[in-house]
Each structure stands twice: as structure tokens, then as C-alpha cells.
């Protein structure tokens, strides 16, 4: 609401963030509410491209079609149980129109598994009645997709923190959409306006930047978000701090320092009780400030 009486000022205006990630629900409550923005860093976002986004659009694909194997073979390491590629190629040889699931459960000469393609048809069908959040969330928990992650994570050595926050920002905009096909129309959407918004600048537009590229630049009105325990400090710093190391929580602290210093009249820190859903402890970075702002 703020921003939206700026409207005549709106270059006076920066929203700052400690990763790259956070630009993507900032971008869209700004689209949503007819704001314009200026995004410097766009090409160095990989959210839409990331392995899980497309994961999550492959799902609610197959929850239109189960008789498609193509999409079957690029899921077919994601499924629960998972199917070979041997299964693929014999679902490929026999052509037939069927479901894939009745075809696989017709494979198998164990019973359990005959069950298991067959409840996963079942699921399919569920998944494609159910809202785009809630579906999302029955493909993260009931089908299995948030243990996948933690297994993949762990053999290839990705953050895991890191692809939960893709998949609950994906939650996130999700939850504003009533259909799949509208899910997947808003995410294009969004990502031409991200794409696109570098052309905006000089222009009476909203910045959305990290704090590590705000360093020397300066906005009458600083908006600092995301000040959560884990974020900034992020937990790295926090898990290093207990060990009685405090260069990494030192850093996070003067990361802090910038991102204040950034504003030239009013500054706006933002701090949540929940984080995606999750509880969270305010930064403490932001009881330091108050401390200071109140002489203690």
C-alpha cells in the first residue's frame, strides 16, 4: 500500500533481499498489484528453468494424460515406485493407448507392485481435480516428491534448502491460481515480466535488487526483506556461530550494515513470523537495530 501512494515517485523506491530467489513472489505481488519494477539481475535467476519447476509441471501434465510416455520417461526417476528405462522401452514397443500405469501394473508379476502402478493412477487422476497449490502439495508429501529431492540432494550434492524454497515459492504462486492451466499460464507470465525488466531502468519504476548489488547505490525509501533467522544471517553463519565461529555471522552482520545504509530518508525493515509457511524467529539482526534505535 505504501508503494501504491509512491506511485508519482516510484524510482525513489528500492526493495532489498539477501538471495536471488526472493525476487520471484516480490515480482509477482508487484505485477499483481499493477507496479512496475526494475530487475537487474534477471539473468542470473534459474528459477523457472530449475530441474524441480519442471518436475512440478510434468506432474500436473501426466495428471492430464497418463498415456503419455514421454512424459512418464522423464519422470519415471521421480515416481514412487520408480519405473526403468527397460519399462520405458517396452511401453514404447507396445504403442498402445492405455494408460501407462495399467501397462506397467500388467509388467509386473508381484502383486505389490501390480498395486502400486495401479494406486499411482489413482493419484494421477486425484492430483488433476485438486487446485494447483493443493495438488503440489500432494505431489511433494503424499506422492513422495519432497523424499526424491533429499536423495537426489544428497547424491548430487545440491542444497536441499535450496530446491525447497524453489518448490514453496512455486506453492506460493500457486495458491493465487484456481486451475493447472492457469498455474502454468501465470508462470510464463511472471517470467517475461522478470526477463523484460531490465529495460525499465532509469524509468519511474520500482528497483528489486540483492544487497550484495545495491552496494553503493542509494533510494530515499529502502524496504528490507526476508530478515528472518537462517535467511540473514543465513543458517551457515548461525551453525558456525554456535561453534564459537563468528567470521561468516560477522559478514552477514555488515551485509545488514548496507543494506540500511541504502536508504536516504526511510527505511522499512521486514521480518515474518512464518517463512513459506514455516515458523521462523525474527533476525537477529533486527532486535540488534532496535537496541541501537532505542540507545540500550
Not at 540500511?260 to 525474527?282: D, E, G
Request: net charge positive; proline share 3%; charged share 25%.
Amino acid at each position: 500500500d505504501h508503494i501504491k501512494n509512491q506511485k508519482q515517485n516510484l524510482a525513489a523506491t528500492a526493495i532489498l533481499y539477501r538471495n536471488n530467489l526472493s525476487v520471484i513472489p516480490l515480482a509477482d505481488a508487484l505485477d499483481r498489484a499493477g507496479i512496475p519494477f526494475y530487475v537487474g539481475e534477471s539473468n542470473k535467476l534459474r528459477f523457472f528453468n530449475h530441474w524441480a519447476v519442471t518436475d512440478i509441471l510434468n506432474f500436473l501434465r501426466m495428471s492430464y494424460s497418463d498415456k503419455n510416455v514421454d512424459l512418464l520417461d522423464l519422470l519415471k526417476s521421480k515416481l514412487q515406485p520408480f519405473v526403468t528405462k527397460g519399462q520405458i522401452e517396452i511401453l514404447r514397443a507396445t504403442a498402445s493407448k492405455r494408460s501407462v500405469f495399467d501397462l506397467l501394473s500388467e509388467q509386473e508379476t508381484k502383486k505389490e507392485k501390480q498395486k502400486s502402478f495401479l494406486s499411482l493412477k489413482e493419484q494421477f487422476q486425484r492430483l488433476n481435480k485438486l487446485p494447483p497449490q493443493k495438488a503440489i502439495q500432494t505431489i511433494r508429501k503424499e506422492m513422495g516428491y519432497d523424499k526424491t529431492v533429499e536423495n537426489i540432494c544428497d547424491s548430487l550434492g545440491f542444497s536441499q534448502e535450496y530446491v525447497y524454497t524453489v518448490l514453496n515459492i512455486l506453492e506460493d504462486i500457486a495458491g493465487k491460481e484456481s486451475t493447472h492451466p492457469g498455474f502454468a499460464s501465470r508462470l510464463n507470465c511472471l517470467k517475461e515480466r522478470i526477463d523484460t525488466a531490465y529495460r525499465n531502468k532509469a524509468k519511474n519504476v520500482v528497483t528489486l535488487s540483492t544487497i550484495h548489488s545495491a552496494k553503493g547505490l542509494e533510494w530515499e525509501n529502502v524496504f528490507v526483506v526476508d530478515l528472518v533467522q537462517g535467511i540473514l544471517p543465513n543458517y551457515q553463519a548461525i551453525k558456525q556461530a554456535d561453534g564459537k565461529k563468528f567470521e561468516a555471522l560477522e559478514e552477514e552482520r555488515r551485509l545488514f550494515y548496507v543494506a540500511m545504509t541504502r536508504a536516504q530518508k526511510h527505511l522499512t525493515l521486514c521480518t515474518s513470523k512464518t517463512y513459506h509457511n514455516s515458523p521462523m524467529n525474527i533476525s537477529q539482526f533486527v532486535k540488534e537495530a532496535q537496541l541501537l534505535s532505542e540507545g540500550k
